[in-house]
Protein backbone atom coordinates (compact mmCIF):
# COMPACT_ATOMS: atom_id res chain seq x y z
CA UNK A 1 0.00 0.00 0.00
CA UNK A 2 1.16 3.56 -0.92
CA UNK A 3 0.56 6.80 1.72
CA UNK A 4 1.97 10.33 1.12
CA UNK A 5 2.32 12.89 3.67
CA UNK A 6 2.52 16.35 3.08
CA UNK A 7 4.10 17.84 5.80
CA UNK A 8 2.45 21.38 6.35
CA UNK A 9 -1.08 22.06 5.66
CA UNK A 10 -0.43 25.90 5.34
CA UNK A 11 2.33 28.04 3.65
CA UNK A 12 2.06 31.66 3.90
CA UNK A 13 4.95 33.56 2.15
CA UNK A 14 5.51 36.81 0.56
CA UNK A 15 5.68 37.46 -3.27
CA UNK A 16 8.99 37.02 -4.93
CA UNK A 17 10.13 34.69 -1.99
CA UNK A 18 11.29 31.22 -2.37
CA UNK A 19 8.80 28.69 -1.58
CA UNK A 20 9.71 24.65 -1.01
CA UNK A 21 6.25 22.29 -0.22
CA UNK A 22 7.51 18.92 1.76
CA UNK A 23 6.07 15.51 0.51
CA UNK A 24 6.91 12.07 1.60
CA UNK A 25 5.61 8.94 0.26
CA UNK A 26 5.89 5.38 1.57
CA UNK A 27 5.55 2.22 -1.12
CA UNK A 28 6.51 -1.04 -0.92
CA UNK A 29 6.95 -0.64 -5.34
CA UNK A 30 8.32 1.39 -7.51
CA UNK A 31 6.28 4.66 -8.15
CA UNK A 32 5.63 7.56 -10.00
CA UNK A 33 5.52 10.78 -8.09
CA UNK A 34 3.18 14.05 -9.08
CA UNK A 35 2.27 17.40 -8.23
CA UNK A 36 -1.00 18.65 -9.13
CA UNK A 37 -2.22 22.77 -8.33
CA UNK A 38 -6.05 23.33 -7.57
CA UNK A 39 -6.96 26.50 -7.91
CA UNK A 40 -10.75 27.85 -6.21
CA UNK A 41 -13.78 25.76 -8.03
CA UNK A 42 -11.26 24.24 -10.71
CA UNK A 43 -10.11 20.91 -11.40
CA UNK A 44 -6.60 19.44 -10.85
CA UNK A 45 -3.97 20.40 -12.58
CA UNK A 46 -0.65 18.52 -13.62
CA UNK A 47 2.67 20.49 -12.69
CA UNK A 48 5.18 18.31 -12.78
CA UNK A 49 6.11 13.80 -12.53
CA UNK A 50 8.32 12.05 -12.13
CA UNK A 51 8.41 8.50 -13.51
CA UNK A 52 11.97 7.70 -13.77
CA UNK A 53 15.67 9.09 -15.13
CA UNK A 54 16.86 12.35 -13.86
CA UNK A 55 15.49 13.20 -10.07
CA UNK A 56 15.06 16.52 -10.69
CA UNK A 57 12.00 17.59 -12.98
CA UNK A 58 10.72 20.84 -13.58
CA UNK A 59 7.67 21.43 -14.28
CA UNK A 60 5.01 24.13 -15.48
CA UNK A 61 4.76 27.82 -13.69
CA UNK A 62 8.56 27.56 -12.82
CA UNK A 63 8.21 24.71 -10.38
CA UNK A 64 10.61 21.90 -10.14
CA UNK A 65 10.79 19.39 -7.96
CA UNK A 66 13.91 16.60 -6.69
CA UNK A 67 13.05 12.68 -6.10
CA UNK A 68 14.90 11.42 -3.11
CA UNK A 69 14.72 7.68 -3.00
CA UNK A 70 16.72 7.27 -0.21
CA UNK A 71 14.44 9.45 1.85
CA UNK A 72 11.42 9.02 0.35
CA UNK A 73 10.94 12.82 -0.58
CA UNK A 74 9.33 14.48 -3.39
CA UNK A 75 9.48 18.33 -2.08
CA UNK A 76 8.26 20.80 -4.76
CA UNK A 77 10.07 24.09 -5.59
CA UNK A 78 9.76 27.39 -7.03
CA UNK A 79 12.94 30.21 -6.25
CA UNK A 80 10.51 32.72 -6.97
CA UNK A 81 6.54 32.79 -6.26
CA UNK A 82 3.73 35.46 -7.65
CA UNK A 83 0.29 36.44 -6.36
CA UNK A 84 -1.01 33.81 -8.77
CA UNK A 85 0.78 30.83 -7.03
CA UNK A 86 -1.93 31.12 -4.32
CA UNK A 87 -3.74 27.64 -4.57
CA UNK A 88 -3.56 24.21 -3.34
CA UNK A 89 -1.05 21.89 -3.93
CA UNK A 90 -1.18 18.11 -4.06
CA UNK A 91 1.12 15.61 -4.08
CA UNK A 92 0.70 11.71 -5.26
CA UNK A 93 1.98 9.06 -5.35
CA UNK A 94 0.94 6.36 -8.13
CA UNK A 95 2.23 2.74 -8.23
CA UNK A 96 1.42 0.66 -11.16
CA UNK A 97 0.18 -3.03 -9.70
CA UNK A 98 -1.14 -5.39 -11.89
CA UNK A 99 -2.46 -3.81 -14.82
CA UNK A 100 -4.18 -0.80 -12.56
CA UNK A 101 -3.24 2.70 -11.49
CA UNK A 102 -4.72 4.97 -9.07
CA UNK A 103 -3.25 7.76 -7.20
CA UNK A 104 -3.13 8.38 -4.00
CA UNK A 105 -2.86 11.83 -2.92
CA UNK A 106 -1.80 13.85 0.49
CA UNK A 107 -3.65 16.53 2.37
CA UNK A 108 -2.76 19.09 0.11
CA UNK A 109 -0.93 22.09 1.20
CA UNK A 110 -2.57 25.18 1.20
CA UNK A 111 -0.18 27.92 -0.40
CA UNK A 112 -1.02 31.79 0.13
CA UNK A 113 0.93 34.06 -1.67
CA UNK A 114 1.09 37.99 -0.19
CA UNK A 115 2.01 41.43 -1.71
CA UNK B 1 -7.42 18.64 -28.19
CA UNK B 2 -9.74 19.06 -25.58
CA UNK B 3 -9.78 18.12 -21.87
CA UNK B 4 -11.83 16.29 -20.12
CA UNK B 5 -15.28 17.17 -19.65
CA UNK B 6 -17.92 16.35 -16.73
CA UNK B 7 -21.35 17.34 -16.73
CA UNK B 8 -23.16 18.52 -14.77
CA UNK B 9 -20.69 20.93 -13.00
CA UNK B 10 -23.08 21.26 -10.08
CA UNK B 11 -25.96 19.33 -8.80
CA UNK B 12 -28.29 19.56 -5.82
CA UNK B 13 -29.93 16.57 -4.57
CA UNK B 14 -31.82 15.87 -1.59
CA UNK B 15 -31.10 12.56 0.29
CA UNK B 16 -32.21 9.19 -0.70
CA UNK B 17 -32.70 10.61 -4.29
CA UNK B 18 -29.76 8.74 -6.64
CA UNK B 19 -27.60 11.00 -9.12
CA UNK B 20 -25.64 10.17 -12.08
CA UNK B 21 -22.46 12.03 -13.33
CA UNK B 22 -20.53 11.76 -16.93
CA UNK B 23 -17.11 12.01 -17.71
CA UNK B 24 -15.75 12.46 -21.19
CA UNK B 25 -12.40 11.63 -22.02
CA UNK B 26 -9.64 13.15 -23.44
CA UNK B 27 -9.63 11.71 -26.93
CA UNK B 28 -7.89 8.57 -27.28
CA UNK B 29 -7.32 7.56 -23.64
CA UNK B 30 -9.04 4.95 -22.68
CA UNK B 31 -8.42 4.51 -18.93
CA UNK B 32 -11.56 6.82 -16.54
CA UNK B 33 -11.13 7.14 -12.95
CA UNK B 34 -13.09 8.64 -10.42
CA UNK B 35 -12.28 10.70 -7.30
CA UNK B 36 -14.18 11.66 -4.38
CA UNK B 37 -12.68 15.34 -2.93
CA UNK B 38 -13.84 16.35 0.70
CA UNK B 39 -12.64 18.76 3.12
CA UNK B 40 -12.51 16.38 6.11
CA UNK B 41 -10.81 13.01 4.02
CA UNK B 42 -9.48 14.73 0.91
CA UNK B 43 -8.86 13.08 -2.01
CA UNK B 44 -10.25 8.80 -2.30
CA UNK B 45 -10.23 6.75 -5.42
CA UNK B 46 -13.45 5.59 -5.85
CA UNK B 47 -12.45 3.34 -8.98
CA UNK B 48 -11.17 3.13 -12.38
CA UNK B 49 -12.29 1.74 -16.14
CA UNK B 50 -10.36 0.33 -18.37
CA UNK B 51 -12.12 -0.98 -22.15
CA UNK B 52 -15.59 -1.24 -20.05
CA UNK B 53 -13.54 -2.95 -17.40
CA UNK B 54 -13.86 -2.11 -13.97
CA UNK B 55 -9.98 -2.72 -13.11
CA UNK B 56 -9.92 -1.18 -9.66
CA UNK B 57 -11.79 -0.27 -6.85
CA UNK B 58 -11.32 2.40 -3.37
CA UNK B 59 -13.00 1.51 -0.28
CA UNK B 60 -16.60 2.91 -1.00
CA UNK B 61 -19.87 1.20 0.06
CA UNK B 62 -21.85 -0.64 -2.86
CA UNK B 63 -23.94 2.63 -3.53
CA UNK B 64 -21.25 3.96 -5.67
CA UNK B 65 -21.19 2.24 -8.78
CA UNK B 66 -19.67 3.67 -12.59
CA UNK B 67 -19.77 1.91 -15.96
CA UNK B 68 -17.42 2.79 -19.42
CA UNK B 69 -18.83 2.75 -22.68
CA UNK B 70 -17.42 1.79 -25.81
CA UNK B 71 -16.31 5.35 -26.80
CA UNK B 72 -14.50 5.78 -23.40
CA UNK B 73 -16.83 8.12 -22.03
CA UNK B 74 -17.76 6.85 -18.21
CA UNK B 75 -20.82 7.47 -15.68
CA UNK B 76 -20.73 7.22 -11.93
CA UNK B 77 -23.99 6.94 -9.90
CA UNK B 78 -24.71 7.15 -6.60
CA UNK B 79 -28.00 5.49 -5.16
CA UNK B 80 -29.91 6.23 -2.05
CA UNK B 81 -27.27 9.19 -1.18
CA UNK B 82 -26.55 10.53 2.03
CA UNK B 83 -25.77 13.88 3.36
CA UNK B 84 -21.48 12.69 3.77
CA UNK B 85 -21.80 12.19 -0.28
CA UNK B 86 -21.37 15.96 -0.53
CA UNK B 87 -18.54 16.11 -2.42
CA UNK B 88 -16.29 17.54 -5.23
CA UNK B 89 -16.01 14.17 -7.97
CA UNK B 90 -13.32 14.20 -10.28
CA UNK B 91 -12.67 12.57 -13.30
CA UNK B 92 -9.39 11.88 -14.73
CA UNK B 93 -8.48 10.18 -17.73
CA UNK B 94 -4.84 8.41 -19.00
CA UNK B 95 -3.97 6.73 -22.39
CA UNK B 96 -4.06 3.36 -20.41
CA UNK B 97 -2.66 1.67 -17.26
CA UNK B 98 0.60 3.45 -15.64
CA UNK B 99 -0.03 6.67 -17.33
CA UNK B 100 -0.24 10.52 -16.29
CA UNK B 101 -3.59 11.28 -15.24
CA UNK B 102 -5.60 14.52 -16.08
CA UNK B 103 -8.32 15.60 -14.66
CA UNK B 104 -11.88 17.77 -15.49
CA UNK B 105 -13.03 20.51 -13.64
CA UNK B 106 -15.55 18.17 -11.83
CA UNK B 107 -19.18 17.74 -10.70
CA UNK B 108 -20.17 20.11 -7.47
CA UNK B 109 -23.13 17.76 -5.97
CA UNK B 110 -24.53 19.07 -2.62
CA UNK B 111 -27.08 16.89 -0.76
CA UNK B 112 -29.78 18.60 1.38
Known amino acids: AQSVTQLDSQVPVFEEAPVELRCNYSSSVSVYLFWYVQYPNQGLQLLLK??????LVKGINGFEAEFNKSQTSFHLRKPSVHISDTAEYFC?????????????FGKGTKLTVNP | KAGVTQTPRYLIKTRGQQVTLSCSPISGHRSVSWYQQTPGQGLQFLFEYFSETQRNKGNFPGRFSGRQFSNSRSEMNVSTLELGDSALYLC???????????FGPGTRLTVL
Open chain 1, 92 to 104: AVSGFQGGSEKLV
Open chain 1, 50 to 55: YLSGST
Open chain 2, 92 to 102: ASSLSGGDTQY
